[in-house]
């Protein structure tokens, strides 16, 4: 069966770690809007260049450059197939419109994490520049600042500094808590707890979807 879900979350609440192990867990493709920009401004397009500036400075892309971007995505024969899940987007109430307008959404779900805490999760975040994966000052790879998975460097993220972060999470509670809303409103959403190990986290998300879908 191909689903269609939507994760929601501040910053630092484990949205990109968990949307893998639901994409794999439910055959979906993870679609990240955020992998998707950083992909086009480390292969330095002319929309990548002009993506940079916005992501440096936590501020979020126009909802009509947004839309481009899945539209385009959903026409590849995966999404098509197999559904998607979908970590990143919408983030604004254009964008959550726009995406139903387009497409049934089986399910939303907010994994929810208290903004102190994603706060400390994000200074101390690290990630490996090449594939992606996530350490922190807490726990670092075994070698430092080397990825265990393949090797790139473990870097911070630009868009990890204090401004950054502040910029990023006001956006969230101003542009993306009412993009929630419009799925509360279709009765489109469940909030699971996001605080724990990531194992615990996903073992939970499991539960609330499959019973929110059943
Ligand atoms: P993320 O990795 O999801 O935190 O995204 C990193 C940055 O990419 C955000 O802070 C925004 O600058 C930009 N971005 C990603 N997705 C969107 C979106 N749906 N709408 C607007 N900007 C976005």
């Not at 949307?19 to 929309?47: C, N, W």
């Not at 500036?53 to 450059?65: K, N």
């Amino acid at each position: 069966m191909a689903i269609k879900l939507v994760l929601f979350g501040r910053q630092g609440a484990g949205k990109g770690t968990q949307s893998v192990l639901l994409s794999k867990h439910y055959g979906a493709p993870h679609i990240s809007t955020g992998d998707m920009l950083r992909e086009a401004v480390a292969e330095g397009t002319s929309f990548g260049i002009q993506a940079k500036t916005f992501i440096e400075s936590g501020a979020l892309l126009p909802d009509e450059i947004m839309l481009g971007v899945i539209t385009e995505r959903f026409g590849h024969d995966d999404v098509r197939s197999d559904g998607f899940m979908l970590d990143g987007f919408p983030r604004t109430v254009g964008q959550a419109e726009a995406l139903l307008g387009i497409t049934a959404v089986d399910l939303a779900v907010n994994l929810d994490v208290p903004q102190d805490v994603v706060l400390e999760r994000l200074s101390s975040r690290r990630v490996c520049g090449n594939c992606g994966a996530i350490y922190s000052t807490a726990v670092p790879p075994t070698v430092p600042w080397v990825c265990d998975v393949c090797g790139g460097e473990v870097i911070q993220r630009a868009d990890d500094t204090p401004e950054a972060i502040t910029a990023r999470l006001e956006a969230y509670e101003r542009d993306t808590v009412p993009a929630i809303a419009v799925f509360a409103e279709r009765a489109l959403l469940v909030s699971v707890d996001g605080l724990g190990r990531p194992e615990d986290v996903s073992a939970r998300l499991i539960v609330a979807i499959d019973t929110a879908i059943s």
